[in-house]
């Protein structure tokens, strides 16, 4: 199972009820933090229940989506962490230890400072990582989740099978022939991983279709700055509308819109069926076979 909270929905400035953009991925053991804007560390702790995070992804230089960090980091340390903490950072990021210093903030934990781009791949035993280029008004890049299929094999279930040759290729996922019948390997599964994305687009122009066209999308987070009838204005501000969201509606499983401008609650948006404004704290539960399951607040 996969966790989505999206613990921060306004943007670029927060309101009553949204703070700003921040998003927590959780994956069996991986945990990573997906941009750390105002106020993330008390929503930490209103939706999720594990304060410490371990890897922290920051999409790009605007204050709505870094200005939580510095204070993130400093409570963990003042309440212990003595863990490794990883953060990623886009390129033009690369004063960050300096900041520390400059503003007095000393860790009792070491910070890993990864500097990453469009060709920086990072890999998990169940998922990969990497980057895509977001048009904005600064270097942006969004973050591509790819889930990896992957087949856990019942060891009960593979005794049926004479020629030992063949478990290795059940393994690997080729369906293969026993005694003319085709044996495939979702029947020998204890558990079976399909490959699926998840999408954080951050900020920026809707990308083209082609993007979303290439893979199975089943979770696209989207912002939403704009309100549909300022189409152009958000595209002059290099950011996105709601009316082109939903456009994307037959490419993608489910898509949850994020970044909510204030002006967008003001007017009454038609959304797509599979289209969604998410809100702070909203939990969004992928299965291993990419359904979203559950969209619960917690
Ligand atoms: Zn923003
Ligand atoms: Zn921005």
């Not at 939706?47 to 980091?73: A, E, K, P, Q, V």
């Not at 390129?91 to 009792?108: A, G, V």
């Not at 040759?165 to 003319?180: F, H, N, P, T, Y």
Request: aromatic share 12%; proline share 3%.
């Amino acid at each position: 199972m996969i966790d989505i909270v999206t613990l921060g929905t306004g943007g670029p400035v927060p309101t009553k009820d949204r703070c700003l953009s921040s998003i927590v991925f959780k994956f069996e053991a991986e945990t990573f933090l997906l941009d750390c804007g105002e106020n993330t560390q008390q929503n930490i702790q209103k939706y999720y229940n594990h304060f410490f995070i371990d890897n922290i992804i920051i999409s790009h230089r605007h204050l709505d989506h870094f200005g939580g960090l510095y204070g993130y980091l400093s409570t963990m340390s003042l309440w212990g962490r003595t863990k490794k903490l990883n953060i990623y950072l886009p390129k033009n990021f690369k004063d960050f230890h300096q900041n520390l210093e400059s503003n007095n903030i000393k860790l009792k934990y070491s910070v890993n400072i990864i500097c990453y781009d469009e060709s920086t791949i990072l890999k998990f035993e169940k998922f990969v990582i990497s980057f895509f280029k977001r048009e904005h008004s600064i270097l942006t890049y969004g973050t591509s989740i790819k889930i990896l299929e992957k087949y856990k094999m019942d060891p009960e279930k593979l005794k049926k099978i004479k020629n030992k040759q063949l478990i290795s290729k059940l393994q690997k996922g080729i369906a293969v022939i026993e005694e003319d019948k085709i044996l495939y390997p979702i029947n020998f599964a204890l558990e079976y991983l399909k490959e699926f994305y998840i999408i954080y687009s951050s900020d920026g122009l809707l990308m083209p279709e082609s993007f979303f066209k290439e893979k199975k999308i089943a979770v696209l987070l989207h912002e939403g700055t704009y309100p549909s009838r300022e189409v152009s204005l958000a595209k002059e501000h290099k950011h996105t509308a709601i009316s082109e969201i939903n456009k994307l509606s037959k490419l993608v499983n489910k898509i949850f819109i994020i970044h909510i401008g204030p002006k967008v609650l003001k007017y009454k948006e038609k959304l797509q069926e599979n289209v969604s404004f998410s809100e702070d704290g909203l939990h969004i539960i992928i299965d291993n076979a990419g359904n979203t399951i559950i969209n619960s607040k917690v």
